[in-house]
């Protein structure tokens, strides 16, 4: 296998999950919010955009990623603020693991500013922790600065009581193969069948039962053109 393969195998992961959010011009100025190590912001330059910037609370990792990538990275504690100053400037913001740190009466007002950084029609993407499977609650208690564990259906309101208009939302794909992984898939998809299962029976065809019950979900949301 080659180095570029080697590489890209690296993202398979972001590819199956995020390659159809993506602009379609390579000159769409992008921030990713919470960039940690930047390795989205990596995975964006091997595709070959150009206008990215990564921010982050933490300097050694705002560190890492100008000292690796060359792009432009800002340690940045109050990302509100930096938004305001940055009005409709992106046409596309990252917040992978993020949101849900925010309590309920921050929340909004995050997710608002977030919006007035974008451009009209540009698209936030929201990866969270989903609280739908039998394990969700377990999140809150694994790790402490976690406010906010979403379902589907909050993850949606919350978007939608921001101001987005929320394309689409789903449960995270994996890539990998083999046979153990086919027989994990198997039992995962016999497991959340008897969770559906639970819920109906618990809670009647309510139709805010979950119907998404992987790990991890996704959103893609927009700023409606002509909004204010």
């Known amino acids: 296998m080659n180095a570029d393969l080697i590489a890209a195998a690296r993202f398979d992961d972001l590819a199956v999950n995020y390659s159809d959010l993506l602009p379609g011009d390579r000159s769409a100025r992008i921030l990713d919010i919470g960039c940690g190590s930047g390795r989205f912001l990596e995975y964006l330059s091997g595709l070959g955009f150009t206008q990215l910037t990564g921010v982050d609370i933490d300097e050694g990792s705002i560190a890492g990623v100008r000292e690796k990538l060359g792009i432009r990275a800002e340690v940045i504690n109050d990302v509100a603020g930096f938004l305001n100053e940055e009005s409709e400037k992106y046409e596309l ?15 909004i007002p995050y997710l608002k500013a977030i919006r007035t950084g974008l451009s009209p029609g540009g698209i936030l993407i929201v990866e969270v922790f989903n609280g739908a499977p039998m394990t969700g609650s377990y999140i809150k208690n694994k790790d402490y600065p976690i406010n906010f564990v979403f379902t589907e259906h909050s993850l949606r309101s919350a978007l ?22 086919g027989i994990f898939n198997l039992g ?32 893609a949301a927009s700023v409606p053109k002509g909004s204010g």
Not at 93 to 107: G, H, M, P, R
Not at 198 to 210: F, K, S, T, W
């Open 93 to 107: 913001i990252i917040a992978k693991d993020v949101i849900y740190y925010f309590s309920n009466e921050t929340l």
């Open 160 to 181: 939608q009581d921001a101001g987005f208009q929320v394309d689409k939302l789903f449960g995270t794909r994996s890539i990998r193969k083999g046979l153990k992984r």
């Open 188 to 219: 995962q998809a016999i497991w959340q069948s008897c969770l559906k299962f639970i819920y109906l029976v618990e809670r009647g065809a309510d139709e805010q039962n979950p119907t998404i019950l992987t790990k991890t979900l996704i959103a």
